[in-house]
């Protein structure tokens, strides 16, 4: 079994910054794509940023410029760097990894962790 676990959430005001990081533990072979995820009140849960194995990144509109996403793959670990954040970055962030179980798996099969708070004040 995989697990991921979140850390970094907490509140801060308007302009601060917080890194999130999300550590992939369990046994599998490979972890392809991570990436973070938000999910604000009421809302759906949106892709923030993405990053495969060999390290291309993607990020939501909203958030370039101000947040990086990085991953240690030694580490199997994923990081956000949330800088100039703002009250709409407000929410639940989750991680997501997919990962391939065996050197032979075609198909990636994709864990979430439990999420953390990310409080933005105004």
């Known amino acids: 079994q995989v697990q991921l676990v979140e850390s970094g959430g907490g509140v801060v005001q308007a302009g601060g910054s917080l890194r999130l990081s999300c550590p992939a533990s369990?046994?599998?072979?490979?972890?392809?794509?991570m990436g973070w995820y938000r999910q604000a009140p009421g809302k759906q849960r949106d892709l923030v940023a993405a990053?495969?194995?060999?390290?291309?990144?993607n990020y939501a509109d909203s958030v370039k410029g101000r947040f990086t996403i990085s991953r240690d793959n030694a580490k199997n670990t994923v990081y956000l760097q949330m800088n100039s954040l703002k009250p709409e970055d407000t929410g639940v962030y989750y991680c997501?990894?997919?990962?391939?179980?065996?050197?032979?798996?075609?198909?990636?099969?994709?864990?979430w962790g439990q999420g953390t708070q990310v409080t933005v004040s105004s």
């Open positions: 990053i495969t194995r060999g390290g291309s990144t």
């Open positions: 997501k990894a997919d990962i391939r179980s065996t050197p032979l798996s075609v198909r990636f099969m994709t864990y």
């Open positions: 369990g046994s599998f072979f490979s972890i392809e794509v």
